[in-house]
């Protein structure tokens, strides 16, 4: 099975630690708008031989066609409407 991931920051990253761990797919596809960030991915492959085999690949939304699942864990930072400011006790509500 193939899983796709748009977004590698932190919930992302948290998710294909978790489908690597528990062997849920045989490839996962991570899109991430800066293409530069990999580290997520290097730090799943360092520890994948621990677990079962499965191929994880930096990809682009065609890489996502057929895949069986697809998590989109980013998100659009808006910085207009205040819900970044973290004394604010409406936050994300202002969306």
């Known amino acids: 099975m193939k899983i796709g991931i748009v977004g590698a920051g932190k919930v992302g990253s948290a998710c294909a630690l978790a489908a690597v761990v528990r062997g849920s797919a045989r490839n996962i596809v991570i899109v991430d708008r800066p293409k530069t960030r990999q580290g997520g991915r290097d730090d799943l492959l360092y520890g994948s031989p621990l677990g079962p085999k499965t191929e994880i ?33 409406q936050g994300r509500l202002r969306f």
């Open 57 to 89: 690949v930096d990809g682009d939304y065609d890489d996502l066609a057929d895949a069986a699942l697809v998590m989109i864990t980013g998100r659009h930072q808006r910085k207009s409407c205040g819900a970044t400011d973290r004394n604010d006790p």
